[in-house]
């Protein structure tokens, strides 16, 4: 259980690049900001990342392997603060970091 997601949400991969989503649901906000949906993607910008051989090989994208289990909009699972997504291509966790504080789902 936690607070549902916005677009307000800073989201971060294991290495500190930010992601920001590819498609906030708008039919939904709170705090006048729309909520975020898990199957979009997110870009992630910033991916400091780099290979033991030196090279860059940062996080590029993040994908939500679950969502809320209760609360949907347009047919999809909302996220929720905490939801710990997987980074393309590294596999690293991607966190939603918390924000709102008003509603609370599961």
């Not at 870009?43 to 860059?56: D, F, M, R, Y």
């Not at 939500?64 to 710990?84: F, H, Y």
Request: aromatic residues 2%; positive net charge; contains cysteine.
């Amino acid at each position: 259980m936690g607070f549902l997601a916005t677009i307000a949400n800073t989201v971060l991969c294991g290495h500190g690049g930010k992601a920001q989503p590819t498609a906030p649901n708008p039919r939904v906000r709170l705090g006048g900001k729309p909520i975020v949906t898990q199957p979009p993607p997110y870009l992630i910008a910033g991916c400091p990342h780099l290979t033991e051989g030196g090279s860059p090989l940062p996080c590029v994208s993040a994908l939500w392997p679950t969502g809320a289990l209760r609360l949907r909009s347009m047919g999809q699972a909302l996220l929720l603060d905490g939801d710990r997504g997987v980074s393309v291509p590294n596999g690293v966790a991607v966190s939603i970091l918390p924000g709102q504080t008003r509603v609370r789902g599961r």
